[in-house]
């Protein structure tokens, strides 16, 4: 059974910094994306960050030149470390990972989420 297991998330001070960490767990195949999406209150979930198994990677307008995805194909391991947070960046933070291979053609994962609360 597929698991994202995160870590990371808190309290912080504006302008402060946090690191999201996430290990999937009991997959057999090669994910072919991870990253990570967040939903605030009455809001819907949204892309943060994403990287691809190639290494590409792409970023919410809202977090360039703020946050930066990390990741570790073999070990299926992806890291996001936020750094200058402001409070509109409080949301339950997702843990997302993409299967695409010979066997399955598309079926997203998900973690169970960790909150990231921003205070002014």
């Known amino acids: 059974q597929v698991q994202l297991v995160e870590s990371g998330g808190g309290l912080v001070q504006a302008g402060g910094s946090l690191r999201l960490s996430c290990a999937a767990s009991?997959?057999?195949?090669?994910?072919?994306?991870m990253g990570w999406y967040r939903q605030a209150p009455g809001k819907q979930r949204e892309l943060v960050a994403i990287?691809?198994?190639?290494?590409?990677?792409n970023y919410a307008d809202s977090v360039k030149g703020r946050f930066a995805i990390s990741g570790d194909n073999a070990k299926k391991t992806v890291d996001l470390q936020m750094n200058n947070l402001n409070p509109e960046d409080t949301a339950v933070y997702y843990c997302y990972l993409y299967r695409y291979d010979l066997f399955v053609q598309g079926r997203d994962y998900w973690g169970q989420g960790t909150q990231v609360t921003v205070s002014s």
């Open positions: 009991g997959i057999t195949f090669s994910p072919r994306r």
């Open positions: 990287r691809s198994s190639s290494g590409s990677t």
